[in-house]
């Protein structure tokens, strides 16, 4: 796809994190997002692409480095998905997914709408008022989706979400991802290990490699969305995903 | 081996019978009703037993009193119990709830800043592992109000467990959702009230169980320890007075309310936290299974 065409939303410029003298867990990073991007950060563990995602979201600094907003980013613009679902056991559904709005003091019934739309577009607005020990894996995923969508944010960064998730559930919840983005045309930063996974979801894949942690190569994914499970099966996929396993062996041995 | 070639392809897959199954829930069943069928029956062979003991040795009350005795004295008495009774629950909630004030308070303190917990915490322990008992004598020396000398042994005793425990609650957030509050631009305050008290609660309830045992403790050691008695005093006088009076069944008869009294507290914090709990939090879902 013509990423040039859409808006520059970030940019990763020569990113840089050390933790210590030995621990270098990013050098050198350089990565473009833009506007509408579905981007995997594909590699093996401990190559740092959490780092990554954590110096996007202001959680971590970078040592050396800057990540450069093309536009403004305030309270709600980032939303997260961790491989855990990570909701507040001690609450329901809906008040889980008002979670965002209510740190930003606004009350339940001014959002009440926004909540009851997100939860509808997971799927889940018969269990707005269910305790998530009540829900199955895939259901709290998909509540911590809601919640990263409810403040309609510039970027969503998902850290391997579906990593912990059986594969059928995990088939299910990309296909449903992917109609999302179709919906309300998301920005989308993705980490995972799974080759598969990236290459199904995304439209440019960064492939990662260790010690020290960086882009080794970028991998553009050109087929056209939506993708169903028609390409999960085509000889297009097979191919993209040999390259894609290809690049990350090269990642590997590097 | 034709019969169970039967079962198996029975249409209707109810009727099959698993004798393991079946087993179990026959096991968990006895299990269920034992409960409460097994320390009933416990209990009236013991009442037995004593009152058998006594009848048979013909020990005189002053020594050993039957349990009907105790019983009877129990009615006879109920005015003068009740009253030590009241005083003695007095002590205990109003400890238990200074306590609370105080344990909750400081662990909120604590976890405000990580050196005001490296600075007193220390000293909390060594308040909690001095037995109140050593302590007790010196406390009623510079303390002149008797109420107010009781009520801070009883404190003393109680309110370490709920520090301890809201701090360790505290402390353990779930370290995603601390992320997520933090990209959220939460503020300190926020996410204490949204993210650690919450995570604490469980925690918290734990501790309250165990300080609403220790604080009706506390109370009657240290009145044990205050002696004198009079207007105001408490079970723990009334027992010390029986026994110089030799009135056993008496000494009996608050014993059995002391007993019950701490029983009591127990069941009612158990429920608190049930209620408070059970929708949901695993240990209380572990209970309901
Ligand atoms: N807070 C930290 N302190 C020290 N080392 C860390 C910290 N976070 C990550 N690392 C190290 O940085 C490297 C990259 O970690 P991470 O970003 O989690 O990798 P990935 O998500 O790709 O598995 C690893 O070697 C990890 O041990
Ligand atoms: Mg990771």
Redesign the interface.
Known sequence: MNNDSRPLLLELKKVGKTFSEDIVALRDMDLKIHSGDFISLLGPSGCGKSTALRIISGLTEPTVGEVDWKVSHGSGAIGVVFQEATLLPWTTVEKNVWLPFRLQNKSFKEKKDEVERSLELVGLKDFTKSYPRELSGGMKMRVSIARALVTDPKVILMDEPFAALDEITRFKLNNDLLALRETLGCTIIFVTHSVFESVFLSDRIAVMAARPGRVIQELGVDEPYPRGESFRTSSSYGVICRNTSEALKLAMEN | MASTDIKVDSPSPNKVVDKNELLKKRKERNIKIGKWVMPIIVFMITIYLWYWTVQVNNIPHYILPDPFLVVTTLIQDIQILLSALQVTIQITLMALAVAVVGGVGLAILFTQSKFFEISFFPYAVILQVTPIISIAPLIFIYVDNRTVGLLLCAWIVAFFPILSNTTLGLNSV?H??K????????NRW?KLL??QI?SA?PYFLGGLRIAGGLALIGAVVAEYVAGTGGIGSGLAYTILEAGYRLNIPRMFAALLLIAGTGVFIFAILSFLSHLLLH????SA?QKEN
């Open positions: 779930d995603n959702l992320d997520l509050f933090k990209i959220y631009g939460a926020q949204h993210l919450p609660l929708k949901w939090h695993e879902l």
